[in-house]
């Protein structure tokens, strides 16, 4: 089974992408699945106009990846850009999607709602992202549920083409694990970089974060319930089962405050990730070897994109 997803570099990778979405991942990638992970920096481009930025980012990206647990000789990572056919796909994909299933996106009404400028990129960009899984053969795509619709519209355009040209695409499914439980952010609500709650994986601002982490004015002396705060919630994703009952019993017990609490969930998030930045930091010293990782990657998923493409073009009449 062929697994892909995309992520946009758009900004810092945070808590809620760990342990929501990157984690089950490397656990598939421990399955021996194939995976396919790309850097979606065209469709970046949507709402990133700072050349400079979306560079810096898409390479923030790979390192992130690959520090936390992606296997590059395992799993096949790539920059959209790298795969240019990505582009001619979306265009043939374009040319047999009704105007109606776009405006119909949330996605897109979401973007216009938040004053975003209405452009042609934004409203085609379920056609790209399209066109990112179709040429792959996805079988499998790993998404949060805020794409599901994008899923469907990939779905559509599948079905279309291979009415009208013969069946040549897969149609893929969207892979959303129930058990992937929504990451509190320091203010109790979802962890999204949108409400600016987000805890970073990397960054120095994580020690202020996590002991800003907001929490009711209940006194040190008081019994309190652990379930529904955000300290023993995220306590939950880094700790073992016995640190987490040991977290809990303290609560209830009362004596127990909001600062130690917080201190052992720093100490518990540099157990995890102090190796995964040491790898980080390695990594990044040397531009050139990321460089071949992502190059590798790109021929990789050409190579996987060239027999369908060759159908393809030859289906539409090239
Ligand atoms: P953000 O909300 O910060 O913009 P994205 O929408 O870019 O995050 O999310 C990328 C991936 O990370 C998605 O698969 C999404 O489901 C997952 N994710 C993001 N935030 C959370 C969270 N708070 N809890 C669980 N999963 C999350
Ligand atoms: N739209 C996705 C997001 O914002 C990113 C993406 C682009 C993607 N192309 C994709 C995800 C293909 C999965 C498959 O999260």
């Known amino acids: 089974?062929?697994?892909?997803?995309?992520?946009?570099?758009?900004?810092?990778?945070?808590?809620?992408?760990?342990?929501?979405?990157?984690?089950?991942?490397?656990?598939?990638?421990?399955?021996?699945?194939?995976?396919?992970?790309?850097?979606?920096?065209?469709?970046?481009?949507?709402?990133?106009?700072d050349g400079k930025a979306l560079r810096e980012a898409t390479r923030e990206l790979a390192l992130d990846y690959l520090a936390c647990g992606l296997d590059h000789e395992k799993s096949v990572m790539y920059r959209q850009s790298d795969v240019p056919e990505v582009q001619e796909l979306a265009w043939y994909l374009s040319c047999l999607t009704p105007m109606g299933l776009l405006e119909r996106c949330h996605s897109y009404k979401d973007k216009m709602a938040h004053g975003f400028e209405a452009t042609h990129g934004l409203f085609a960009y379920p056609v790209l992202m399209a066109a990112d899984i179709l040429i792959m053969n996805a079988d499998l795509v790993p998404v949060g549920k805020d794409q599901k619709q994008h899923l469907e519209v990939t779905r559509d355009l599948a079905q279309k083409f291979n009415n009208a040209y013969g069946e040549i695409f897969k149609l893929p499914d969207a892979y959303i694990p129930e058990s992937v439980s929504t990451i509190p952010g320091t203010d109790g609500q979802k962890m999204s970089k949108s409400y600016h709650n987000t805890i970073e994986?990397?960054?120095?601002?994580?020690?202020?974060?996590?002991?800003?982490?907001?929490?009711?004015?209940q006194p040190m002396e008081a019994k309190k319930e652990p379930n529904g705060n955000s300290i023993y919630e995220l306590y939950k994703l880094f700790a073992t089962p016995d640190e987490v009952a040991a977290m809990a019993d303290a609560?209830?017990?009362?004596?127990?405050?909001?600062?130690?609490?917080?201190?052992?969930?720093?100490?518990?998030?540099?157990?995890?990730?102090?190796?995964?930045?040491?790898?980080?930091?390695?990594?990044?010293?040397?531009?050139?070897?990321?460089?071949?990782?992502?190059?590798?990657?790109?021929?990789?998923?050409?190579?996987?994109?060239?027999?369908?493409?060759?159908?393809?073009?030859?289906?539409?009449g090239l």
């Open 1 to 49: 089974m062929r697994i892909l997803t995309g992520i946009q570099p758009s900004g810092k990778l945070h808590w809620g992408n760990y342990f929501g979405a990157m984690k089950s991942m490397f656990d598939l990638q421990a399955k021996g699945e194939e995976m396919f992970m790309f850097i979606a920096n065209f469709h970046a481009m949507t709402t990133v106009r």
């Open 201 to 217: 994986l990397f960054d120095v601002s994580v020690k202020k974060k996590v002991m800003g982490i907001v929490t009711d004015s």
């Open 251 to 316: 609560f209830r017990a009362g004596g127990y405050g909001y600062g130690t609490a917080k201190k052992e969930l720093l100490a518990a998030y540099h157990r995890l990730f102090d190796p995964f930045k040491a790898r980080r930091d390695e990594l990044a010293k040397d531009t050139d070897s990321l460089e071949d990782i992502l190059q590798a990657g790109a021929k990789r998923a050409r190579a996987a994109a060239a027999p369908i493409m060759d159908k393809v073009r030859h289906a539409v």
